[in-house]
């Protein structure tokens, strides 16, 4: 019987040292992009995508992330008083998104470590894995799109964007062939190569789809630098074991974990804003650039 993705995790036990001073005590994950946080926008992308359970790996100094998606009767009640429905209506919508569980990674050992902690919440299904430092912005929600390769092949699907130049040495890059449109069967993954040895110009990015036997090929990483294991290192190891697919995204990708990216994110969903658009859009053209 073919199988669907119903769960989803969040790794969000990083430390953000790309944003310090800001993510001394605060969340990398709820910097606010406009006005919500970078990982509700990945908690959405999973439910429009189809997902019923979440898991958000959280650690020291993330209790906010859990606030955020509580009910907040304080604020709730305040706004009704004052009437300010839709308001009300807004900040009721985020605890009523999705069923949230949470766990903590008690050090942040790499994102394949990271993983490892949804070994419980998953048990024998496929799930996806969700970067909220990825934001994609898509027609159909980029999590949707790998799902549907998922369902046809039932293997793990990894979300793959093309990558222009040097910049590809930043990326762990697949080497792959071409089975359909846009879809692609991986014949090994090479992590950050340097440009003149990339074998293909497909970056991975941070959306993953996994069967459980993940676990397993994370039991047998070795760790790397730091005691880090990384989930490239397991997704190879499982590679020799089973068929592996990439989905390029239709779609954009911002990195918004780098702080240039998080700035241009900021600008693009900021002019998509009817509220805020049309306004934003007369102040940037009168900048003196």
């Given amino acids: 019987?073919?199988?669907?993705?119903?769960?989803?995790?969040?790794?969000?036990?990083?430390l953000g040292t790309r944003f310090l001073?800001?993510?001394?005590?605060s969340p990398k994950e709820m910097l606010p992009l406009v006005d919500k946080p970078l990982i509700q926008y990945s908690v959405e992308e999973a439910v429009a995508s189809g997902c019923e359970s979440l898991l958000i790996i959280t650690g020291r100094e993330k209790s906010s992330i859990e606030n955020h998606f509580d009910i907040s009767f304080e604020l709730e009640q305040t706004l009704k008083e004052k009437g300010k429905d839709k308001m009300f209506e807004q900040v009721r919508a985020i605890s009523d998104i999705a069923r949230i569980s949470y766990t903590?990674?008690?050090q942040a050992l790499g994102l394949g470590h990271a993983?490892?902690?949804a070994k419980d919440f998953v048990g024998?299904?496929?799930f996806a894995a969700l970067l909220a430092d990825d934001v994609v912005d898509a027609e159909k929600p980029a999590l949707k799109q790998m799902i549907e390769v998922f369902e046809k092949y039932q293997a793990p699907v990894i979300a793959t964007m093309q990558v222009a130049g040097e910049a590809i040495s930043r990326f762990g890059v697949i080497d792959a062939d071409e089975v359909e449109p846009g879809v692609f069967k991986i014949k090994d993954m090479v992590e950050k190569p340097a440009f003149a040895e990339a074998p293909s110009d497909l970056a991975i990015i941070g959306r993953y789809i996994f069967t459980p036997d993940i676990f397993d090929a994370i039991e047998r990483t070795t760790p790397g630098a730091g005691g880090e294991i990384?989930?490239?290192?397991?997704m190879r190891l499982l590679l020799k074991d089973r068929p592996?697919?990439?989905?390029?995204?239709?779609?954009?990708r911002h990195d918004a974990g780098d702080k240039l990216g998080f700035l241009i994110a900021t600008v693009e969903y900021a002019l998509k804003r009817e509220d805020l658009g049309t306004k934003f859009r007369e102040y940037l053209k009168g900048l003196e650039l």
């Fill in 1 to 14: 019987m073919n199988q669907t993705v119903r769960k989803a995790v969040f790794p969000a036990a990083g």
């Fill in 21 to 25: 001073p800001a993510t001394k005590a």
């Fill in 104 to 106: 903590r990674q008690k």
């Fill in 115 to 117: 993983i490892y902690q």
């Fill in 124 to 126: 024998d299904e496929p």
């Fill in 230 to 234: 990384q989930i490239t290192d397991a």
């Fill in 244 to 252: 592996f697919y990439a989905v390029k995204l239709e779609g954009v």
